[in-house]
Structure formats: structure tokens, C-alpha cells
């Protein structure tokens, strides 16, 4: 009877696109995610000035500019 050796190493490219996939949903997750934070901040803002510089201050002032592009 004879041994086979079985790498205990992943395959590169598995690997890759294993990790390109998971990439790939935390994108999604985040749009998501900053979406409804967008929303939110939308709804709390006193003003449309208020609101874009509250948006600015998350970060999140593309979110904005992506969503009325979908839309």
C-alpha cells in the first residue's frame, strides 16, 4: 500500500477567489450599512445644508451621490 502526501497548503488561486468573495460581501454589507446610516441622518437633519455636512463628517457623502445616481 502506498502513502499519497496531501498538501496541508490551499490552493493559491482557491484561496483568492475564496478571499475576492468575501471581499465582495463586505462591499455589499458596507453599502448597505451606510445606506441606512445616510437615511437616518437624512431624516434627523434640520435642513439640506445640515444634512451634507453631517454626512461629511461620517464620511458618508458619497453614499448620498451614489444613491441619486440609482435612482
Not at 502513502?3 to 484561496?15: G, M, Q
Not at 431624516?43 to 461629511?56: K, R, V
Amino acid at each position: 500500500m502506498t502513502w499519497a502526501r496531501h498538501s496541508s497548503r490551499p490552493d493559491p488561486a482557491e484561496d483568492q477567489s475564496r478571499m475576492a468573495g468575501v471581499r465582495a460581501e463586505e462591499e455589499v454589507r458596507l453599502t448597505l450599512q451606510n445606506g441606512r446610516a445616510a437615511r437616518t441622518v437624512a431624516g434627523h437633519a434640520s435642513s439640506a445644508l445640515d444634512c451634507a455636512e453631517l454626512l461629511a463628517m461620517l464620511g458618508l457623502e458619497g453614499v448620498q451621490k451614489k444613491h441619486a445616481q440609482r435612482t
